[in-house]
């Protein structure tokens, strides 16, 4: 197999990390990813869905594989300490202007999925068929899928054999992780505005009061877990914004909650989704509200569901590579990736899997869950896979997955 630049690649992973961009903003790091390509001697087609980004590299008859990356960070304030931290800043979807972080580890995905193309390209004389490297925007936002499926991805482009990709997650880098059939939760993001009547802070008889609204109402969206689902079956239900008000002595008009809902099954979601209405409309009747809530979806995808034989075939090779105990099943993920949609677009098998990235050392007497709950995870401001093994790990991953599904030309 031809050797890897680690080096280079590194300082790639280094810039993108410093200089994350929000989703459908990812103008600069799209920039490099074309370039990237091109050097390699792959075809490149950029703005599709925006700001994504495709290459293709043919090689004779065979099938086209497709490999996935993300591109877009997330609007935190890094907190890492690390030299290469980022200081950029953006302008989120609601027109705030504020720091922005890979927080999620899409550069991560970018440069694995940039190193594996560096050596497929150069091992070209070991397989046949076509490469189908995909570069997608706005993971986050849960659009940027659905955009390239909408600029025609798979009309302009062969529609592919396969898809895959990788997420990498803090557990021990040297590890895969992959879950078959049902992985990833579905994600519907909820907006509620709850409305009362402003009105004086001291005379809170004159008014109805959003605030105390919103806190029953929060509290109350709990009880659909603990209460309403059976222990066999599974959701998730943050809270994660309440915003209301702008001074102490004054009771505001209305309130504003930001919900996130993750299910494995189609029921549970239907359940959940109608849970919360009845709830919010519920708390709203006992306040006296004058006015009905809004429940407004904000994003919403489906789950990530891995294909059975797809993933055997794929987890067979990576078991002759790493050897016993470096392929593991992490159970259902609750996390959300709107990579799905891409591969239902395409009627394809979908193979997406996690990639460790904590440091091996903190994991000198196993897999401690004491040690996972305290590593920072995805999303935090200090979360950082370690640069290596990680790489190494994540580009060996996807060069070996795709060679599963590439016919081996002779003498390969």
Same mark, same amino acid.
């Given at each position: 197999?031809?050797?890897?630049?680690?080096?280079?690649?590194?300082?790639?992973?280094?810039?993108?990390?410093?200089?994350?961009?929000?989703?459908?903003?990812?103008?600069?790091?799209?920039?490099?990813?074309?370039?990237?390509?091109?050097?390699?001697?792959?075809?490149?087609?950029?703005?599709?869905?925006?700001?994504?980004?495709?290459?293709?590299?043919?090689?004779?008859?065979?099938?086209?594989?497709?490999?996935?990356?993300?591109?877009?960070?997330?609007?935190?304030?890094?907190?890492?300490?690390?030299?290469?931290?980022?200081?950029?800043?953006?302008?989120?979807?609601?027109?705030?202007?504020?720091?922005?972080?890979?927080?999620?580890?899409?550069?991560?995905?970018?440069?694995?999925?940039?190193?594996?193309?560096?050596?497929?390209?150069?091992?070209?004389?070991?397989?046949?068929?076509?490469?189908?490297?995909?570069?997608?925007?706005?993971?986050?936002?849960?659009?940027?899928?659905?955009?390239?499926?909408?600029?025609?991805?798979?009309?302009?482009?062969?529609?592919?054999?396969?898809?895959?990709?990788?997420?990498?997650?803090?557990?021990?880098?040297?590890?895969?992780?992959?879950?078959?059939?049902?992985?990833?939760?579905?994600?519907?993001?909820?907006?509620?505005?709850?409305?009362?009547?402003?009105?004086?802070?001291?005379?809170?008889?004159?008014?109805?009061?959003?605030?105390?609204?919103?806190?029953?109402?929060?509290?109350?969206?709990?009880?659909?877990?603990?209460?309403?689902?059976?222990?066999?079956?599974?959701?998730?239900?943050?809270?994660?914004?309440?915003?209301?008000?702008?001074?102490?002595?004054?009771?505001?008009?209305?309130?504003?909650?930001?919900?996130?809902?993750?299910?494995?099954?189609?029921?549970?979601?239907?359940?959940?989704?109608?849970?919360?209405?009845?709830?919010?409309?519920?708390?709203?009747?006992?306040?006296?509200?004058?006015?009905?809530?809004?429940?407004?979806?904000?994003?919403?995808?489906?789950?990530?569901?891995?294909?059975?034989?797809?993933?055997?075939?794929?987890?067979?090779?990576?078991?002759?590579?790493?050897?016993?105990?470096?392929?593991?099943?992490?159970?259902?993920?609750?996390?959300?990736?709107?990579?799905?949609?891409?591969?239902?677009?395409?009627?394809?098998?979908?193979?997406?899997?996690?990639?460790?990235?904590?440091?091996?050392?903190?994991?000198?007497?196993?897999?401690?869950?004491?040690?996972?709950?305290?590593?920072?995870?995805?999303?935090? /401001?200090?979360?950082?896979?370690?640069?290596?093994?990680?790489?190494?790990?994540?580009?060996?991953?996807?060069?070996?997955?795709?060679?599963?599904?590439? /016919?081996?030309?002779?003498?390969?």
């Amino acid at each position: 197999m031809a050797q890897l630049d680690a080096g280079e690649l590194t300082g790639v992973y280094r810039d993108l990390h410093a200089h994350p961009e929000l989703g459908f903003r990812e103008t600069r790091t799209a920039g490099i990813v074309a370039e990237q390509l091109t050097a390699l001697g792959y075809r490149v087609t950029t703005g599709v869905g925006g700001t994504g980004v495709v290459g293709l590299l043919g090689n004779g008859a065979g099938p086209v594989v497709l490999l996935r990356a993300d591109m877009d960070g997330l609007p935190v304030a890094e907190e890492t300490g690390l030299p290469y931290a980022s200081t950029d800043t953006g302008v989120d979807r609601e027109g705030r202007d504020g720091p922005v972080m890979h927080a999620c580890g899409h550069d991560m995905h970018m440069s694995c999925l940039l190193g594996a193309a560096q050596v497929l390209a150069n091992d070209r004389n070991r397989w046949s068929g076509t490469l189908m490297l995909v570069f997608q925007p706005a993971e986050e936002l849960g659009q940027g899928a659905k955009a390239m499926v909408r600029d025609g991805l798979f009309e302009r482009f062969e529609p592919p054999a396969v898809l895959l990709g990788q997420h990498v997650a803090p557990f021990p880098a040297g590890l895969l992780a992959i879950r078959p059939g049902t992985a990833f939760a579905a994600s519907d993001s909820l907006r509620v505005r709850l409305f009362g009547r402003g009105g004086h802070g001291s005379r809170p008889e004159s008014a109805i009061d959003p605030v105390v609204l919103a806190a029953g109402t929060v509290l109350r969206l709990q009880t659909i877990v603990s209460r309403e689902l059976a222990a066999a079956e599974s959701a998730v239900l943050t809270v994660g914004a309440l915003h209301a008000g702008t001074a102490a002595n004054v009771i505001p008009d209305d309130a504003e909650l930001l919900l996130s809902i993750r299910t494995f099954d189609l029921g549970v979601r239907s359940r959940v989704l109608a849970a919360v209405a009845r709830i919010v409309r519920g708390e709203a009747a006992a306040a006296g509200a004058t006015r009905d809530p809004e429940v407004l979806t904000i994003e919403s995808f489906p789950a990530v569901v891995n294909d059975i034989a797809a993933s055997a075939r794929t987890t067979g090779v990576w078991q002759e590579w790493l050897g016993p105990g470096r392929v593991i099943d992490p159970g259902p993920i609750p996390g959300s990736e709107d990579v799905g949609v891409l591969a239902t677009a395409a009627g394809c098998p979908c193979v997406f899997w996690l990639l460790g990235g904590a440091d091996p050392a903190l994991f000198a007497n196993g897999l401690d869950l004491d040690v996972l709950r305290n590593i920072p995870s995805n999303h935090s /401001p200090r979360y950082a896979p370690v640069i290596e093994p990680t790489l190494t790990m994540g580009v060996g991953a996807l060069v070996r997955a795709a060679l599963a599904w590439l /016919p081996v030309t002779e003498g390969g």
